[in-house]
């Protein structure tokens, strides 16, 4: 078992300071936006290992490129492949995240291949697939946390535009009622994507001021707008799910669901893969004709998931995907410790109190690695969260 040494990532839209305050550290006055935990090429933790020749510092992935089979099992390994499945993270939204998609198996391979047998460079800004992976994710808040999550029915997203007033915004109401739900969002969509910019600015910039004045539930598009001035990416927004998910709730992003985080902190898990293809909020590409590819144009329930308990006091919370399970414990001071040893290669990170997890006492916002198969048993008091592969 190794404690972890995280990189946070500055990202624009982070909090500058829910993960210091999670910490208890004292914010530096810069955005704060995700803490990675795993083994991405990108940002991948950091370990502490003794050798032969003494301690020796090294990257996560590193370790598990040594020996993928002693590090991840040979389950995992068979499954997918010598690497760790998923990617861990603490999210701190300050600032709307773009809108965005995330493509299935199928159509991560297929347009990776693509990409690739045309050379564009995986580093350039018109790139749409970074890997060949899909990035199925699941996000569980820890304070009050906002965001936006697939379609909702037709007629409620064009009563939202029509009550605003905006004459420019007739053309996008009469299509959500005039057609069936799939053609309505297709059409919709891919309008807005489509439109004079200068023209959808104005229009955005109206509809703003609109919603700033009705307020209620217009109110969270008037506070997008006030982040993203005439981004296309508001009216995209209009057609989604507005959620706020109370600590403890979580949402499941699956394939071709429209989505995107606002404001919160959360612990985040996700398929260890780069690919996303965004539709709004964004001074980044927009792949306008493959997003339409791969986007479900169907009205969904937002989907708030809770926990579910068992006997052992392990709270999981229960998606269709096998590169990822998390769970929550809380843990009392004086129980029993509680058993955490598996098949499969895990990540602990406690979120409250001080969690003793072997010889390593973890307190909030700090985490460790455990090999599959490693004895592992924690105490707290505290809340300590559970990262590892689905059974």
């Not at 600032?95 to 990776?112: F, I, K, M, N, T």
């Not at 460790?368 to 924690?378: C, D, I, K, L, Q």
Request: proline share 10%; aromatic share 6%; net charge negative.
């Amino acid at each position: 078992m190794d404690r972890l040494s995280n990189t946070v990532r500055p990202y624009a839209w982070g909090s500058t300071t829910a993960i210091p305050a999670l910490l208890g550290i004292a914010p530096t006055g810069e955005p704060q936006a995700e803490m990675w935990m795993g083994a991405h090429p990108g940002a991948p933790s950091r370990i502490t290992r003794t050798t032969a020749s003494g301690e020796i510092e090294l990257a996560l992935v590193d370790a598990i490129d040594a020996d993928p089979e002693g590090e991840l099992g040979a389950p995992t390994v068979a499954r997918f492949g010598p690497r760790l499945p998923f990617l861990l993270k603490l999210l701190a939204a300050g600032a709307p995240l773009s809108v965005q998609v995330h493509p299935d198996l199928d159509q991560a391979r297929e347009g990776y291949a693509d990409e690739e047998a045309r050379g564009v460079p995986v580093d350039a800004p018109h790139r749409t697939y970074k890997d060949a992976n899909h990035k199925p994710e699941l996000i569980c808040a820890l304070t009050p946390f906002a965001g936006l999550c697939g379609f909702r029915p037709p007629a409620e997203a064009a009563d939202a535009m029509e009550a605003l007033g905006v004459d420019s915004l007739k053309p996008y109401v009469d299509l959500l009622r005039a057609h069936p739900e799939e053609a309505a969002l297709r059409e919709v969509l891919t309008a807005i994507l489509g439109a004079n910019p200068a023209e959808m600015a104005e229009t955005v910039t109206e509809a703003a001021a609109a919603a700033e004045r009705l307020g209620g539930a217009h109110a969270p598009y008037a506070r997008i707008a006030h982040h993203f001035p005439g981004d296309p990416g508001v009216l995209a927004a209009m057609l989604l799910n507005y959620v706020q998910l109370q600590p403890g709730e979580a949402l499941f992003l699956g394939a071709g669901v429209p989505h995107a985080y606002l404001d919160g902190l959360g612990v985040e898990i996700m398929a260890n893969s780069d690919n996303v293809l965004r539709c709004g909020l964004t001074p980044k590409h927009i792949d306008v004709p493959e997003l339409l590819r791969i986007v479900r144009f169907e009205a969904t329930e937002p989907g708030v998931l809770r926990p579910e308990a068992s006997p052992s006091g392990e709270e999981l919370y229960e998606t269709p995907v096998d590169e990822f399970a998390l769970s929550r414990y809380t843990l009392a001071s004086g129980a029993a410790p509680t058993a955490l040893t598996a098949p499969t290669p895990q990540i602990l990170l406690c979120t409250a109190g001080t969690v003793t997890v072997g010889e390593l006492a973890l307190g909030p916002g700090e985490s460790a690695y455990v090999p599959a198969g490693e004895r592992v048993e924690a105490t707290g008091p505290g809340t300590l969260f559970r990262a590892t592969v689905a059974a």
